[in-house]
């Protein structure tokens, strides 16, 4: 199972990314996803997460301007970002906890690569 991370890149503050993240491999089912952040010299934060029923909550540093939403036929997870500021700026982290489909597999967390986000004019 892996997840792998795109969109990230460099954007002037008040603009918009959206960032995708996709998970494979032999996958029985995927519960809650999520999108962390890490600034250089800084803690690895929750941004916002999403159940499998679609229910979400949000860090309170992105509410109003972040919207995260999934596609469970595509194993699929998104994080719409708008109003972007310098602050904002960091290694964004896919987070999924995955059932695997291998016998007698246990659910756990995996972690995608990362996707570099830079607010900056």
């Known amino acids: 199972v892996q997840l792998v991370e795109s969109g990230g890149g460099l954007v002037q503050p008040g603009g918009s990314l959206r960032l995708s993240c996709a998970a494979s491999g032999n996958i029985f089912s995927i519960y809650d996803m999520a999108w962390y952040r890490q600034a250089p010299g800084k803690q690895r934060d929750l941004v916002a997460r999403?159940?499998?029923?679609?229910?979400?909550d949000y860090a309170d540093s992105v509410q109003g301007r972040f919207t995260i939403s999934r596609d469970n036929a595509k194993n699929t997870v998104y994080l719409q970002m708008n109003s972007l500021k310098p602050e904002d700026t960091a290694l964004y982290y896919c987070?999924?906890?995955?059932?695997?489909?291998?016998?007698?597999?246990?659910?756990?967390?995996?972690w995608g690569q990362g996707t570099q986000v830079t607010v900056s004019s």
């Open positions: 999403i159940t499998k029923g679609g229910s979400t």
């Open positions: 987070n999924a906890f995955i059932k695997s489909a291998d016998l007698n597999a246990v659910g756990r967390d995996y």
